[in-house]
T-cell receptor, first 113, second 111 residues
Framework: GESVGLHLPTLSVQEGDNSIINCAYS??????FIWYKQESGKGPQFIID?????DKRQGQRVTVLLNKTVKHLSLQIAATQPGDSAVYFC????????????FGGGTRVLVKP | DAGITQSPRHKVTETGTPVTLRCHQT?????MYWYRQDPGHGLRLIHY???????DKGEVSDGYSVSRSKTEDFLLTLESATSSQTSVYFC??????????FGQGTRLTVV
């Protein structure tokens, strides 16, 4: 697989702790907001999405929070594990724009044993 | 890899030469995308397709063209490669509104 040496903000987390990854988005008209995970040498992988009319959605060990007032999206990972080490991207999609998937900047998460 | 493959996986080419990257899916999905990934820029959309012969530009489409003559194949062409097009290219297919499956990527180096 391929990887890119991205110059990204890094979040270091102790194994077992909770992680919070933040993202500021730009388009308040977007229909959905999404989180993707990219492991070294691989393409991004879907984690969870949230519709724009919601403010919270939970998945398995992950929670996404949406604050439309300040255009902020966050991903919380509970009990972070070594396998969570990756780059995390937020993304948004807008039906009126052809459902294009537009990615924001990423955050690198490093899990310390 | 959700039935999506990219070829070639690595390519080195000279400035000014044409290059075509291929994305092949076996999932019969309508939406297909080409992204490039560069340090400091994350993933940027080049072109996308919402059906056979239906394509549209993304945010960094200059210097690239695409074609989709059948559902399973989405081709990205660099008509005359430049060093600024050195990058890792990812193809993706989308199921539903938000869930996209990505290929393994193609590392292209233009010398």
């Amino acid at each position: 697989g391929e990887s890119v040496g991205l110059h990204l903000p890094t979040l270091s987390v102790q194994e077992g702790d909770n992680s919070i990854i933040n993202c500021a988005y730009s388009n308040s008209a977007s229909d959905y907001f999404i989180w993707y995970k990219q492991e070294s040498g691989k393409g991004p992988q879907f984690i969870i999405d949230i519709r724009s009319n919601m403010d919270k959605r939970q998945g398995q060990r992950v929670t996404v929070l949406l604050n439309k007032t300040v255009k902020h999206l966050s991903l919380q990972i509970a009990a972070t594990q070594p396998g969570d080490s990756a780059v995390y991207f937020c993304a948004e999609t807008l039906k009126a724009a052809g459902n294009k998937l537009t990615f924001g900047g990423g955050t690198r998460v490093l899990v310390k044993p | 890899d959700a039935g999506i493959t990219q070829s070639p996986r690595h390519k080195v080419t000279e400035t000014g030469t044409p290059v075509t990257l291929r994305c092949h899916q076996t999932e019969n999905h309508r939406y297909m995308y080409w992204y490039r990934q560069d340090p400091g820029h994350g993933l940027r959309l080049i072109h996308y397709s919402y059906g056979v012969k239906d394509t549209d530009k993304g945010e960094v489409s200059d210097g690239y063209s695409v074609s989709r003559s059948k559902t399973e194949d989405f081709l990205l062409t660099l008509e005359s490669a430049t060093s600024s097009q050195t990058s890792v290219y990812f193809c993706a297919i989308k199921q539903g509104r938000t869930e996209a499956f990505f290929g393994q990527g193609t590392r292209l180096t233009v010398v």
